[in-house]
């Protein structure tokens, strides 16, 4: 079980810098085209959030289906 932790947290550390990477890329291009008169990076934090929040609600769906399921089954 100590291993299999381990071995999640090392996974997790490698893509850490590719996540931090995006989003100065992101930011950069979002200052740019912003400085340049654009207006393409008005709506870019709105679609952060909605990206972001999708993962957090398929949990939540999951963990309440769980939960129903769980106290539906009679315990002995």
């Known amino acids: 079980m100590l291993n299999k932790k381990f071995f999640l947290l090392g996974v997790g550390l490698l893509f850490l810098a590719d996540a931090f990477g995006q989003c100065a890329m992101c930011k950069a291009a979002v200052e740019a085209n912003l400085e340049a008169g654009d207006d393409i990076g008005a709506g870019l934090n709105d679609g952060i959030l909605y ?21 539906k089954t009679p315990t002995s």
Do not use: D, E, G, H
């Open 51 to 71: 990206l972001m929040s999708m993962p957090y609600i398929a949990v939540f769906t999951f963990a309440l289906f769980y939960y129903l399921q769980k106290r």
